[in-house]
């Protein structure tokens, strides 16, 4: 088993930025893709990043150049760079790992109850 914890959500302004931190225990030497997924109210949740242990890393269109995704060598920790914040970014943000190396929701193996981000002025 794998446990994932995600921390550092809040309430920022537009333009702003915030980090998230996902921290991971259990089984991690199983896991070959981590990524960063969100859902807001009505919206299906979608892939926002995701990083694989080779280091591919895959982003949503809308975030690219905006967003980073990082990972310490030991697979303990990921991690959310967002800048430059829009409205539109708002959303429960979940991290999720994969034994396989997919991004596909179905696909993700475990999930991290979430940390909500908000962009409001």
């Known amino acids: 088993q794998v446990q994932l914890v995600e921390s550092g959500g809040g309430l920022v302004q537009p333009g702003g930025s915030l980090r998230l931190s996902c921290a991971a225990s259990g089984i991690t030497f199983r896991i070959n893709a981590m990524g960063w997924y969100r859902q807001a109210p009505g919206i299906q949740r979608e892939l926002v990043a995701g990083?694989?242990?080779?280091?591919?890393?895959k982003y949503a269109e809308s975030v690219k150049g905006r967003f980073t995704i990082s990972r310490d060598a030991a697979w303990n920790t990921v991690y959310l760079q967002m800048n430059s914040l829009k409205p539109e970014d708002t959303a429960l943000y979940y991290c999720?790992?994969?034994?396989?190396?997919?991004?596909?929701?179905?696909?993700?193996?475990?999930w991290g109850q979430g940390t909500q981000v908000t962009v409001s002025s």
């Open positions: 990083v694989t242990r080779g280091g591919t890393t």
């Open positions: 999720a790992a994969n034994v396989g190396s997919s991004f596909s929701i179905d696909g993700m193996d475990y």
